[in-house]
């Protein structure tokens, strides 16, 4: 009122200064209580951000607009990526900038908001991650086929946990699970997800990350940036199963394998055990044929020698040989040794045979058995020097004997 | 021979089957992979039947610490 009066008097000496007008302006906003600690919500324009890290811009609604500051000291409270267009929720003063004689909001702490806040942010760290090449296909690592040490990152409360053990117990209880408890929820899950990751880095050879289904907000925390970078930075394969299939996180971009469910993560970390049996079984018939295999080719080296008195015992010997071979191939569960006296006897009675032939006594001594005292055969000059102990198996027993000489038969 | 773990089990049966398979082995070696095989499928089998999955439970950790 005093200022009016002493104004329409149009005494100059009586007018205040630009700087006393601003200087009480200010003094009277600073002062009083719906000016400060404030929120204000409005769409970001005219952003700028000069070298000096203070950030500018108008906070605008459809008719009008202040201009507000952010200084270098609150710019790290501002967890997303400030841009026009913005809605945006600013908590701080508001002050006039005496130099321009402007009003200027402080923004202390800022925060995006409207329906599409959550997902503002969620694009923002999708895509910085996405530029530095996290979610990149070259960087996903296979997982191991036979892990001796699983890690499970969970809520020690959830049923997820509960589900991921369900299942490696079944499938494949040849492993050890370190569980890493975490919080899955909440302003503090991601630290705590990041520590439970760090703690079994270098432990274990894959691990899990997995967490039940819940809303949008329960499952936040696995979009945070620091969740991501612990995920990229394991230095074992990580499959998250975070929440229902629907449910996208930004741990599911980073992590090597993406499992739609907690026990279907459990199941890509482990092999089952019925396929592990199955895998026995198929060998032991490959081994049983395989040695099949290496009699036939001895049979058909028989046939095809050509000597004049060719017996054709010798030849129906080596058959009846082949079909006990064949009945042992089915009967996995004998034992290697069975196989191999029941071979031995074959050959036992294949020289005794051969031997009672007569025109054939000849040849019988070249059926007999030569072998070294480990086993192996003796089927070449090479194989034996003099004065090695040999054993040779005729008809009826074993002759011991040492290696005088060796000679090649000259062709 | 107890202590070798199952992969290990597994890659050696692996390669006995493909070496027999290739079919260059003398007799003797061939009945040697067959008896070394058969006892590792046993091996391995007794392994499957036992396990047992071992759960070992870190304690949880407070994070507010401010250990960032």
Not at chain 1, 329 to 337: D, F, G
């Amino acid at each position: 009122m005093a200022i009016e009066t002493q104004a329409s008097s149009l005494d100059p000496r009586d007018a205040l200064t630009v700087s006393e007008l601003l200087a009480a302006l200010r003094f009277t906003v600073s002062r009083h209580p719906a000016f400060s600690n404030i929120l204000v919500r409005g769409e970001v324009a005219d952003l700028s951000r000069p070298p000096s890290g203070v950030m500018y811009f108008n906070l605008a609604d459809a008719s009008s607009q202040i201009s507000c500051v952010l200084f270098r000291s609150a710019v790290p409270s501002v967890r997303f990526e400030l841009r026009d267009g913005i809605e945006v929720l600013a908590e701080g003063d508001v002050d006039v900038f005496p130099a321009k004689g402007q009003v200027q909001f402080i923004v202390r702490s800022l925060s995006p908001i409207g329906r599409g806040a959550y997902w503002l942010s969620f694009e923002q760290v999708r895509d910085r991650l996405a530029a530095e090449g996290l979610f990149d296909a070259s960087r996903k690592r296979p997982l191991p086929r036979f892990p001796q040490v699983i890690g499970l990152v969970a809520s020690e409360a959830g049923a997820a946990m509960h589900d991921v053990l369900a299942v490696l117990g079944r499938r494949y209880p040849l492993a050890e699970v370190l569980v890493s408890p975490c919080l899955v929820q909440g302003a503090e899950a991601p630290a705590s997800i990041e520590v439970a990751l760090d703690r079994i880095a270098g432990v274990v050879d894959v691990a899990v990350v997995a967490r039940g289904g819940g809303s949008l907000d329960d499952l936040w925390c696995f979009n945070d940036e620091r969740v991501a970078r612990a995920i990229a930075r394991f230095p074992a394969p990580v499959v998250s199963a975070i929440g229902h299939e629907t449910d996208v996180t930004i741990a599911d971009f980073v992590a090597d394998v993406r499992a739609p469910t907690p026990s279907a993560a459990a199941e890509l970390v482990s092999p089952a055990r019925e396929d592990l049996r199955r895998f026995l079984g198929m060998a032991e018939k490959r081994l049983t044929s395989g040695v099949r295999d290496q009699i036939n080719a001895m049979q058909r080296q028989l046939e095809s020698l050509s000597i004049p008195f060719r017996p054709e015992s010798v030849v129906r010997l080596v058959r009846a040989q082949r079909q006990r071979l064949k009945s042992l191939e089915w009967s996995v569960e004998r034992e290697a040794r069975q196989f191999l006296a029941a071979l031995q006897g074959c050959l036992r009675a294949a020289a005794a045979r051969l031997d009672a032939v007569s025109p054939m006594a000849t040849i019988a001594r070249g059926f007999a058995i030569v072998s070294r005292r480990d086993g192996s055969l003796v089927d070449r000059i090479g194989t034996i020097a003099p004065g090695e102990t040999i054993s040779i198996l005729v008809s009826d027993g074993t002759i011991e004997g040492t290696v005088r000489t060796t000679e090649r038969r000259t062709p | 021979m107890t202590e070798k773990t199952l992969e290990e089990a597994f890659a050696e049966l692996e390669s006995k089957l493909e070496a027999l398979s290739a079919g260059h082995l003398s007799l003797a070696d061939a009945l040697r992979m067959y008896e070394d095989g058969i006892a590792l499928i046993h091996n391995c089998e007794e392994k499957l039947a036992e396990a047992e999955l071992r759960v070992t439970r870190l304690s949880a950790v407070s994070t507010s610490a401010g250990s960032a």
